[in-house]
Each structure stands twice: as C-alpha cells, then as structure tokens.
C-alpha cells in the first residue's frame, strides 16, 4: 500500500514538473510539410521569416513565413523569391517617394 503512494506522488510529482517547464524549446513547433508554390500576393503579406534546419529538433529544411497571426511552411527556393519581391517593392516604394 505504501508503495502505491509513493508511486503515485513520484508520478504526480514528475507531472508537474514537466508541465512547468520553462525551457522555450521543450517542444519545438516543426513543420512537417513545406509547400513550393506560395502566391505572390501572399508573399508581399510576410512580415517576417526564419530559417528550420534538419540539423536541429526539427526533420526537414524549411523556411517559416509569418504573415499576420499566422505562419507558413514553405520550401527553400521561395526564399529566393521573398528576397527578390521585398529588394523591388523598396525600390519602388524608393522611386514613389522622390
């Protein structure tokens, strides 16, 4: 019987420990899938993105696009793209100003 207590308060204790974890990367969000073709006008809508690496908690190489309160999983090569769109809508927002 007392066997089963302790048992029960090691596993309760265990619990709670592992909920109240402040480490940020206990369990890293991921993506599983990439898509490879992202809309144009989806792509003027990123604010931000980051770099996945296989090499890490994660499985696949991907780039995360967050667009408002939401993110997308995307492939590689539409970084590529990103850049390229963001380089010629500053030189146009450039060429409105003067």
């Given at each position: 019987m007392e066997l089963r207590v302790t048992s029960v308060l090691l596993l309760f204790c265990v619990t709670i420990i592992i909920l109240t974890s402040t480490e940020v990367d206990a369990l890293p969000s991921c993506c599983l899938r990439v898509s490879k073709k992202i809309?144009?006008?989806?792509?003027l809508l990123v604010s931000k993105h980051e770099i996945q690496?296989?090499?890490?908690?994660?499985?696949?190489?991907?780039?995360?696009?967050?667009?408002?309160?939401?993110?997308?999983?995307?492939?590689?090569?539409?970084l590529t793209r990103l850049?390229?769109?963001?380089?010629?809508?500053?030189?146009r927002t450039q060429a409105k100003a003067e």
């Open positions: 809309p144009l006008r989806t792509l690496h296989k090499s890490g908690p994660c499985d696949i190489d991907a780039v995360i696009l967050h667009i408002k309160n939401k993110w997308i999983c995307a492939d590689l090569g539409v850049k390229k769109l963001k380089h010629l809508n500053s030189k």
